[in-house]
């Protein structure tokens, strides 16, 4: 299996609001292979509380408002999805492939995991399977096709690791 770098950490979330940094560590390793990503890589993750996602939100993307994931891509994959990466995107210290960096709101996963019935978890899942494949150049923005596109693969991986969805 293939060793990838994955760092989560909590900041600004209350003891009783953390999530599961094993899952979201499960949830990367296994889109990424489902994905057919063979080299390393590096993904940071940041869970952070409404507070936090809406400062980064708004110096970001200018949207002054708590959202559920943001996703920040290191690389462009150009059409979505993996291709070997040129030699030049690997980082020559670690020969990691630094795919980029997906930020949670604790406190939004929570809000829409009730809204929906579902559990923080799998509403954790869904999100964490959803930003990786914005790090992988998947978006739902530019029109209909791309849309049904990354909701697809949503559904399969979510179903290949076992989470209903």
């Given at each position: 299996?293939?060793?990838?770098?994955?760092?989560?950490?909590?900041?600004?979330?209350?003891?009783?609001?953390?999530?599961?940094?094993?899952?979201?560590?499960?949830?990367?390793?296994?889109?990424?292979?489902?994905?057919?990503?063979d080299i390393p890589c590096?993904?940071?993750?940041l869970i952070t509380g409404?507070?936090?996602?809406?400062?980064?939100?708004?110096?970001?993307?200018?949207?002054?408002?708590?959202?559920?994931?943001?996703?920040?891509?290191?690389?462009?994959?150009?059409?979505?999805?993996?291709?070997?990466?040129?030699?030049?995107?690997?980082?020559?210290?670690?020969?990691?492939?630094?795919?980029?960096?997906?930020?949670?709101?604790?406190?939004?996963?929570?809000?829409?995991?009730?809204?929906?019935?579902?559990?923080?978890?799998?509403?954790?899942?869904?999100?964490?399977?959803?930003?990786?494949?914005?790090?992988?150049?998947?978006?739902?923005?530019?029109?209909a096709e791309e849309e049904?596109?990354?909701?697809?693969?949503?559904?399969?991986?979510?179903?290949?690791?076992?989470?209903?969805?």
């Amino acid at each position: 299996m293939i060793k990838h770098q994955i760092f989560a950490r909590h900041s600004g979330v209350a003891v009783n609001n953390r999530l599961s940094i094993p899952l979201i560590k499960h949830c990367i390793r296994n889109s990424l292979s489902i994905e057919e990503v063979d080299i390393p890589c590096e993904v940071s993750v940041l869970i952070t509380g409404d507070r936090g996602i809406r400062k980064i939100n708004s110096e970001f993307r200018g949207i002054d408002k708590p959202t559920d994931v943001l996703s920040f891509p290191m690389q462009e994959f150009s059409p979505p999805g993996w291709t070997d990466p040129a030699p030049d995107m690997i980082h020559p210290e670690t020969g990691l492939l630094p795919l980029g960096d997906i930020i949670l709101s604790a406190e939004q996963i929570e809000k829409q995991a009730r809204k929906n019935s579902q559990s923080i978890d799998r509403e954790t899942a869904y999100l964490v399977i959803h930003s990786v494949l914005h790090l992988l150049g998947y978006d739902h923005t530019d029109g209909a096709e791309e849309e049904k596109k990354m909701r697809e693969r949503e559904k399969r991986i979510l179903l290949e690791i076992g989470i209903k969805s």
